[in-house]
């Protein structure tokens, strides 16, 4: 009898363990599969690239053509946001083509990993198909790929500690906060501050065992930034370079602060992580307060900085980690049975409104040709930088002439917002930015370091995108410096009455480009 009742207990046991297995097949399965659909989708929608983009391509490009960082130009305190982006351009190529991959690659990981949270969070794959599919409707734009990637995978790393707490999960959680710190050094503090509570809930009832890990949590975290900040010191010093990056962000909260957002929208928004706060003092099976309430303070922060512009910009940077919260608020409010029929009523309710749309507008649906040529369109133009993609095509025909008409090896300064055109023209940028923008760099510190650079470059052009007016009154000392030199001044009407292009006094027989009107001397 009992050598039965044993046998039956490990058939019973196999068939509990098999039906976990395969539950975690599944699980994996659709989240591989919602990350692929992702990256169809983003890359096939594929549009004209934001000039913002351009500033981390270019210094992503600027390593590659000798310059380090911080020592040869600016670094406002995201070295491995643009990285990474050389790493990837010294493996593939650099080409436009290999860094929009490289985005769309960690925006599939991050929808991939909503889709987990989700379903832990609520045990509904409809929850998690749900939440994947907000981040990829709601899109943010690429060059916002690390604010989208960082809160994700620190809510992911967090929950795995909490379920189990270890040594080598605590190491993960301080080498992702080290990454966070480098891809962007406000993100630090998020991260940080989402670790400590988690930290604190999960091992409140031994307070010797909190105040060990935190100590390790600090210690691990600031000795896989020290090579960063060794090097920093080396280049340029601590102090200076903090000094540097506080003031860029000054300047860029004064030209983006509207003051206290007003719209309802995102005092509804602040209120998914306030309420994921209240309720982490409940206990429920699927989350533990630990998990719940880390996820909503980093929630939160994100939040109340990044959504300080223009909302409908800046929410599509948020949505995947508000998504997350907003599924592990409702899995603790609702019933599973009342989640359920909630969320199928959803879908169903999309579904209805998505056909609805195509049945009134047949004519924005893509055909099945369209659809067939769209892959290899994509990839075209982004592999040729086509000006259709450019953020401003009407510079092309000056990105053409620098890309032909100057040396290879010299560098083009650019004033205004225009940092594609050393990238798109393959050329390194002077003075340490690859553009100079007014309100932007203009402290004595900056302005010395910018001639420093300058008197140690090989300058073959300088373009101002708003004038000579502009550049002049903004930094007065590169202008002498720009004057001292002896170069001619040339409007480009064809292109934009106000551009003007400095360039070394020609010859009377050098070659006229036909495009600009400028001279190109034969190099």
Known sequence: MGTALTGARRVLSEKCLGGVVQQRNLKSTIAFSVGIATFFIRYLTTGAIDNDH????????????????????????????????????????????????LCILFLSVTSALVYLLAFRATGSTVAGLLAAAMTVAIYPRMYNTTKVLVPVVAIWLSWRYADAPSARRLVLLAGWTAIAFLLRHDYLVYVAASNIVL???????????????????????????????????????????????????????????????????????????????????????????AQLASASVLVLLIELVFLRDVLAARLPDVVAPIAVVAAAVAGQVLPSRVLNRALLATAVALLVLAAALAVLHPDRLPTLDTLARQPARVTRRLAQASPEIQPDPHLAPLVDYLARCTPRGDRVLVSGF???????????????????????????????????????????????????????????????????RGWAEHAVPAIDSRLRVWLPRAEPTTPIDAPTALPCPSV
């Open 54 to 101: 351009f500033v981390m391509l270019a210094r992503a490009f600027q390593v590659l053509h000798g310059d380090w960082p911080v020592r040869d130009f600016e670094d406002p305190g995201q070295p491995l946001a643009y990285l990474v982006s050389t790493a990837a351009a010294a493996l593939f190529g650099p080409t436009l083509l290999v860094n929009v991959v």
């Open 418 to 484: 225009g940092p594609e055109i050393p990238v798109l023209a393959h050329r390194a940028f002077a003075g340490g930015l690859a553009a100079w923008i007014p309100g932007y760099y203009d402290d004595p510190a900056d302005i010395g370091r910018a001639l420093a650079r300058l008197n140690r470059e090989r300058v073959a052009a300088a373009v101002m995108l708003d004038g000579s007016t502009d550049f002049r009154r903004s930094w007065p000392e590169l202008d002498r410096w720009l004057q001292q």
């Open 199 to 289: 930290l604190t809930m999960c091992h409140s009832d031994d307070r010797g065992e909190m105040i060990r890990r935190m100590g390790s949590y600090a210690g691990l975290s600031l000795l896989f930034v020290s090579p960063w900040l060794l090097y920093v010191q080396w280049s340029e010093g601590i102090a200076e370079y903090f000094a540097s990056a506080f003031r860029f962000v000054t300047a860029e909260g004064v030209r983006t602060a509207e003051g206290w957002p007003r719209s309802p929208l995102f005092y509804a928004l602040v209120a998914i992580p306030v309420t994921g706060l209240l309720l982490s003092f409940r206990r429920r099976s699927r989350l533990s307060p």
